[in-house]
């Protein structure tokens, strides 16, 4: 016997457990199978479970589940990504508290800490996973640094190099100056923030008493202006364009050049360029041919050694690159920077230019002016566009075939609108920097020669033999890694093995659907499409199905400084991997953010129990599973009815699932089990299995553990535990496991038309009897007479066959029929299809009493109503709240005008006795 509640934490570690031992978790199956195939978004190896993950990961497990239930041979592909920076800041903050740094440790020994760190503490977020119930094929788990993946990776960027498609190049990068690397356009945060904007005189070479005034909001990169560009249409420097300035402090010639960069409108009119430090002055640079000047190291303090000057020059190919720009002899020109700035850090920098201008009376004014600045989103520091070496992919090539991918349907995004963001970024995508100047990740298979040759190979001996094939003979490997999502990107293929051959890779690829959140389009999914369209000839998924993120049930997001993080896995060890999976689910809509409380997930929970309770309840009365049964030989009405609900709940479920409305898929299961099963047919069933009709009590027993059986298949793939325990204590002898079972299957006959007419019938007046006992405030002993007026034949024969199941559900005293037109007073009316419902009220309430509560009632509402229209009127709220608020407003609103409608129909019935 079942116990009398339903405790999740002694059942989940042990099926969970027996899974995984069974193999049940594992892909492979008959040859002739159809695949389906997942690749899990790889958490991070410093990750921890969040809100986030556990959204993503209980869709894809769901998915998963179905499909296997399905018969398709399934392979959810589980694994780890090393997370470059992100794991070499968490073991250089632990090597900080021994006094080290990890130059201290030299290259390998810091590498073999980090190895040792991923054994002992890294991968916590797989055993979260393993709470969560997801059914990875953890025996094929891998790890964007192992052998496997790494030669995959090798493959890739010597191919790309090959082809031309990877390439070496000096340009402007994100520079973070606290983790001393390169980061991509992606691994920026634009803040918001008020600065200052510094109005500077720059004085005529030919005229030092005339100066051009340029507006700065980084007064310390002036040591690297090389020119001062001016809008060619504007009149007020026509007669400029051509001249020079003489930079002040530097004392360095620029000219002044016309380009369209400049904005006549904003400020003077006229702009200093610094190309080393600024990206739009780089392309400014690059057009007007300009010097470009490095004036900031790798910390950003100002160069304390010589500075070298950069030029421009055109390649055969009409390519224009940065070059070191020699003096009149030969030599590489340099210059030296005032020696009171050298060595200091960028804002102390920024001070000391400032003080320098005020006092030479070059400063002309300071504003206040709103504007963005980019920090790194690992780091938290602001970032510095810099000058440097590094790798980039010609990601514009590479995307070609991925749009056209998506543009001609071969994969499609839901909800479609994210189509949208994608190819935004696609048709305007910039060459990928690749190369990061940290230790722990895919160290760049490059060599370089000791004159700048470049070597790119396999490993280190074709790399010596390929340079010894061009005489060169000294070697010296590229110490940069690999940007973290270049390996990512290859993940739909390399977890399968590819570059070996091996049959995984034909089997298995191209995957399915990739379920992820919209952040990481550009990061990822993009890069993805990108890879997998070239090294594989086909697009790595189908399917990309992206899902909103969570946010507290508030509609704000997620925050530690807000407060209002909630932790899934306390979810888990407070209500159960069920409860926290079905919330998630449950509130899946496609477009819209989930909004999680605890008291939602606490509701679940109590769904649980229903299912317990109901499944205890089928125990006791007998109903046992008979492996015979036939659901489509039932005789009986009310047994008919309830098998073709089923076949009606498996079809809207398989409906929802193939167009991925999550909500939809947990709103038919859950409507179905705690509504149509628990309140109405085990209702329904009572007097049946606890009567004396032998043939009548055999048939409902067989019908409700055959309904609960199908129950528990279709609610496995969201709520995978105590479905399992309960389909292993229902029947302990059964010959497998729920979770490698088969989803219902069941014939369309199983839906009678008549009879499922019949039964809804009978729901909807017990409803409307019910409705109108809530409105009226009726006490709950109280029994009403009913009567039905002018009700067709059909209808008095639904009631006369089922008088019985009417009264006492409906709590009705005596249930007669009238022709129509028939009235009586003290009675409330409702409409049921032909007939009119009158359901004495009268003689069981306070007329008055309840005329004056609803009146009450219906004020207070008005009164709310009011509050959030001014709310909503006051554009004040509505400009700067975030958008999630405004909308838990208008959903507040709407809420309470159907609140008060309800109860304004209800006076009005009221009044009409």
């Known amino acids: 016997m079942l116990d009398k509640t339903y405790s999740p934490g002694d059942i989940e570690k042990k099926h969970y457990q027996a899974w995984e031992d069974s193999g049940a978790f594992k892909c492979g199956g008959p040859e002739d199978a159809e695949r389906y195939t997942i690749v899990i978004p ?37 694994g780890m990504d090393h997370a470059g920076i992100a794991t070499q800041m968490v073991v250089e903050r632990q090597m900080e508290k021994e006094g080290l740094i990890r130059h201290d440790l030299g290259r390998d020994a810091f590498i073999d800490r980090v190895w040792k760190w991923k054994a002992e503490s890294g991968g916590t977020i797989t055993g979260q996973l393993r709470r969560l119930g997801a059914s990875c094929d ?42 001393h690397t390169a980061i991509s356009d992606l691994e920026v945060e634009q803040r918001e923030t008020v600065g200052k904007m510094w109005y500077f005189k720059y004085p005529l070479e030919d005229d030092p008493d005339r100066h051009v005034i340029v507006g700065t909001t980084r007064p310390e990169t002036m040591l690297g202006d090389t020119a001062v560009a001016v809008h060619p249409d504007d009149d007020r420097y026509t007669d400029l364009v051509g001249k020079y300035v003489i930079l002040p402090i530097v004392g360095r010639r620029i000219p002044i050049v016309a380009d369209d960069y400049a904005d006549p409108e904003k400020g003077s009119g006229a702009v200093k360029i610094t190309p080393a430090h600024d990206f739009n002055d780089f392309e400014v640079g690059k057009r007007a041919r300009l010097q470009v000047i490095n004036v900031l190291d790798f910390e950003a303090k100002v160069r304390a050694d010589e500075v070298e000057v950069w030029c421009w020059t055109e390649s055969a190919s009409g390519a224009m690159t940065v070059t070191a720009e020699t003096g009149e002899e030969g030599g ?68 070609g075939p991925a749009i056209e991918a998506v543009e001609t349907g071969k994969t499609v995004f839901v909800p479609k609108q994210w189509e949208k963001t994608y190819f935004e970024w696609m048709r305007n995508i910039q060459p ?41 003979t000294q070697l010296t490997r590229d110490e940069d890694v690999l940007d973290t999502w270049f390996s990512s990107a290859l993940w739909p293929f390399s977890t399968l093995g590819w570059p070996a051959d091996v049959p995984e890779v034909p089997r298995y690829y191209p995957t399915d659907v990739l ?44 925050s530690k400084s807000k407060g209002n993080v909630i932790d899934p896995v306390h979810l888990i060890d407070k209500y159960g991997a069920d409860a926290a999976r079905f919330t998630l689910t449950a509130f899946a809509a496609q477009g819209r953010d989930v909004k999680m409380s605890e008291s939602r997930v606490e509701g679940y929970r109590n769904f649980c129990t229903k299912l317990w309770n109901a499944a205890r309840f089928c125990q006791m009365n007998g109903c046992e599973p008979d492996p015979g049964f036939d659901p489509g030989a039932v005789e009986r009405t009310v047994n008919k009815w309830i098998v073709g609900k089923v076949k009606e709940t498996a079809d809207a479920m398989e409906r929802a699932l193939g167009a991925y409305r999550f909500n939809d898929l947990a709103s038919a299961v859950y409507q179905f089990t705690w509504g149509t099963f628990c309140d109405w047919y085990l209702e329904f069933a009572k ?31 969201i709520m995978p535990f105590i479905t399992e325990e309960l389909w292993e204590s229902l029947a302990p002898d059964r010959s497998h496991a729920l979770i490698s079972g088969r989803w219902p299957d069941l014939a369309a006959s199983l839906i009678d038309a008549n009879v499922e ?56 005293s005596n249930l007669a029929d009238e022709d129509a037109g028939w009235v009586a007073e003290g009675t409330i009316q409702t409409v049921l299809d032909e007939a009119t419902v009158f359901v004495s009220v009268a003689d069981f309430i306070d007329v008055a009493a309840e005329k004056a509560r609803l009146e ?22 509505t400009d700067k709240a975030p958008v999630a608020v405004v909308e838990i407003q208008r959903e507040r609103r709407a809420e309470a005008v159907d609140a008060r409608d309800k109860l304004a129909a209800a006076l009005e019935r009221l009044q009409a006795i």
């Open 42 to 78: 790889p958490p991070n190896v410093t990750g921890s479970l969040h809100m986030g993950h556990a959204l993503n990961n209980t869709l894809q497990d769901i998915l998963i589940r179905y499909h296997r239930m399905k018969g398709f041979d399934v392979l959810w592909q589980p």
């Open 138 to 179: 953890w025996s094929r788990e891998r790890f964007t640094m192992d052998e496997g993946l790494s030669a995959a990776v090798r493959k890739v960027f010597v191919e790309l190099y090959k082809q031309g498609l990877i390439y070496r190049d000096k340009k402007l990068v994100n520079w973070d100056p606290l983790l």
């Open 332 to 399: 590489r020109l340099s210059e030296r920077l005032p020696e009171h700035l050298r060595g200091l850090d960028r804002f102390e920098a920024r001070d000391a230019v400032v003080k320098d201008m005020e006092r030479l009376g070059l400063l002309d004014k300071i504003e206040e002016n709103p504007m963005t600045a980019p920090y790194g989103d690992r780091s938290g520091v602001v970032i510095e566009p810099w000058l440097t070496d590094q790798w980039f992919v010609d990601a514009a090539k590479l995307a």
């Open 432 to 472: 990928w920097c690749i190369s990061r100047q940290i230790w722990w990740g895919h160290q760049i298979p490059a060599w370089f020669g000791p004159d700048g040759e470049i070597f790119v190979e396999l490993s280190e001996e074709e790399a010596v033999a390929a340079a010894k094939a061009q005489g060169v």
């Open 515 to 558: 379920v992820t959140g919209f952040d990481i389009i550009f990061f990822w999914v993009a890069r993805m499409m990108m890879m997998g369209l070239h090294f594989m000839g086909e697009a790595p998924f189908h399917t990309v199905y992206v899902h909103a993120l969570v946010r507290d049930e508030k509609g704000q997001k997620m």
């Open 687 to 717: 007097p049946i299995l606890q009567g004396d009709d032998a043939a009548a009590q055999a048939e409902a027993r067989a019908t409700a553990a055959w309904v609960l059986d199908q129950i528990l298949h279709l609610m496995h793939p």
């Open 757 to 812: 007419a019949e039964m809804d019938w009978v729901v909807r007046l017990v409803s409307a009897v019910r409705s109108v006992r809530s409105e009226m405030n009726v006490p709950p002993g109280a029994e009403l007479p009913v009567t039905l007026a002018g009700a067709n034949q059909a209808t008095r024969g639904r009631m006369e066959a089922h008088a019985d199941l009417i009264k006492r559900l409906a709590r009705v």
């Open 856 to 877: 009450k009632e219906i004020k207070k509402l008005d009164g709310e109503i009011t509050g959030y229209d001014k709310k909503l009127a006051n554009k004040n709220f």
